[in-house]
């Protein structure tokens, strides 16, 4: 089966589908780093039951390699990790540590990678989700909820290191929980990053930043109260040039999207699927190809599932790629391997990784385990 031979169907916005039992379980286990570290290598890093920091790549769109470990015990298990580049060669790796502060470790070029350093003041939350942003070739911003409830962004410019972590807008916020961010940009008057996050009160709230003119939006509330946990993770991603789309799973067990046109109002949610995830699931979101925008998870069954959009028509519901390897609702990341390469990394039923690769539009391959 491929996918430009399914009917397309849900745009931006609408699968219709009746509302589920609910889900049975809940989703403890968000974040796992993925991101080019060079031209031919892809690299994952994730913080194993121990707490320690691991990494694994593969080269050439190849076999993983097994994990490697460069840290001691310096978070709690299975803490959130993000990957990005901040400026050069350097691939950094950010999570929060059992201390409550940000940890940054990184590698330059196919050198060895550092141990992790503490960068930033105690007001993280233990196990708490860091999010890096892009905002452009040497910019990079790490996007938190602190333990207060309120959303931190620190920046940093090249590899001068980061900025004291300024707070946007006042609480509200559950600490430690996931925060969505991308960078939306049309090339003309749209050059802002944003961020998002489900507040105490299960409304998802997003702040801006004009990365034009440096001013910030505090966080404003874009929805009612969401049939799901406080702080469900919620991902972001540009769909197209003027519009941004979040994706995160409701209380019914249900992959819902929202979205907003240029700098409009927020529409949705409406769900995309039927409700068989854990609540609070992971969602992880990628262009596939220039048109095409996917969402994947991992269901109650602990299969990888996979939805899809063409351009802004409707969403197709989500269909099943391999057997019951995953961790039930678990950490999942995706980006592009290669021009052609979609590939998709999750926590497995054990301590390990499970990974998955679609070619161009074609059938997904089955996960395989990372290393």
Excluded: C
Aim: charged content about 20%; aromatic content about 6%; glycine content about 14%.
């Amino acid at each position: 089966m491929r996918l430009h031979r399914i009917a397309v169907l849900v745009p931006v916005a609408l699968l219709a589908l009746p509302a589920p039992a609910s889900a049975a379980g809940v989703a403890d286990d968000h974040g796992l780093g993925l991101a080019k570290q060079s031209t031919n290598r892809l690299t994952t890093a994730f913080i194993d039951e121990t707490g320690t920091l691991n990494v694994a790549w593969a080269d050439n769109a190849g076999a993983w390699s097994r994990p490697v470990r460069i840290s001691g015990t310096v978070a709690t298990p299975r803490s959130p990790v993000a990957l990005a580049k901040p400026a050069g060669n350097r691939l950094q790796a950010v999570f929060t540590g059992k201390n409550r502060m940000m940890y940054e470790a990184h590698v330059d070029g196919g050198g060895k990678w550092t141990a992790p350093q503490p960068v930033g003041p105690d007001i993280g939350e233990p196990g708490g989700s860091v999010t890096l942003v892009k905002g452009g070739p040497d910019h990079l911003a790490a996007a938190f909820v602190d333990r207060s409830g309120r959303l931190r962004v620190a920046e940093s410019q090249g590899l001068a290191g980061w900025a004291e972590p300024r707070a946007v807008g006042g609480g509200g916020g559950v600490p430690g929980s996931a925060v969505g961010a991308v960078k939306q940009t049309n090339g003309l008057l749209i050059n802002r990053l944003v961020f998002a996050f489900f507040n105490n009160r299960s409304a998802l709230e997003v702040a801006t930043k004009n990365l034009n003119t440096g001013d910030w939006n505090p966080p404003t509330v874009q929805s009612g109260p969401v049939d799901n946990r406080p702080g469900t993770a919620v991902s972001l991603v540009q769909q197209d040039p003027d519009l941004v789309t979040a994706a995160f799973v409701d209380g019914d067990g249900r992959i819902n999207v929202a979205w907003t046109i240029g700098t409009g109002k927020w529409d949705g949610p409406v769900p995309i699927s039927d409700g068989s995830f854990p609540r609070g699931a992971d969602v992880a979101l990628a262009k596939q190809t220039p048109g095409l925008l996917t969402a994947t998870a991992i269901d109650e069954s602990g299969r990888l599932n996979v939805a899809w959009v063409q351009g802004r028509k409707r969403w197709n519901a989500p269909i099943l790629v391999g057997g019951p390897v995953g961790r039930p609702g678990g950490a999942i990341a995706m980006t592009k391997e290669n021009d052609n390469t979609l590939t998709a990394v999750f926590r497995g039923r054990g301590d390990g990784l499970q990974s998955a690769r679609v070619h161009y539009t074609e059938q997904w391959e089955p996960p395989v385990s990372v290393g």
